[in-house]
């Protein structure tokens, strides 16, 4: 997830957990470099996200500065 106006650096958000439970929580993932920047994830998890930033770079940047100007991210990710 990308937050409307959220803080530097460009980061995603990895939810950890599910939806509604007591338990979950997020982990951030840098835009920049993939890599895990605070949270916690089994160590599997950590390196599908951390590619997947890799692979999908160029877009999500692109989103997160959509979405630091309020704009809707219009970026697909496979």
């Given at each position: 997830?990308?937050?409307?106006?959220?803080?530097p650096?460009?980061h995603?958000?990895?939810?950890?957990?599910?939806?509604?439970?007591?338990?979950?929580?997020?982990?951030?993932?840098s835009?920049?470099?993939?890599?895990?920047?605070?949270?916690?994830?089994?160590?599997?998890?950590?390196?599908?996200v951390t590619?997947?930033?890799?692979?999908?770079?160029?877009?999500l940047?692109?989103d997160?500065d959509?979405?630091?100007?309020?704009?809707?991210?219009a970026?697909?990710?496979?």
């Amino acid at each position: 997830m990308i937050y409307f106006g959220d803080h530097p650096p460009p980061h995603v958000h990895a939810p950890v957990g599910r939806p509604g439970n007591r338990g979950m929580s997020e982990a951030r993932f840098s835009i920049d470099s993939g890599e895990l920047i605070d949270g916690v994830l089994p160590a599997m998890q950590v390196s599908q996200v951390t590619a997947w930033c890799r692979r999908n770079r160029t877009v999500l940047l692109a989103d997160w500065d959509r979405a630091q100007a309020d704009q809707h991210p219009a970026g697909r990710y496979d």
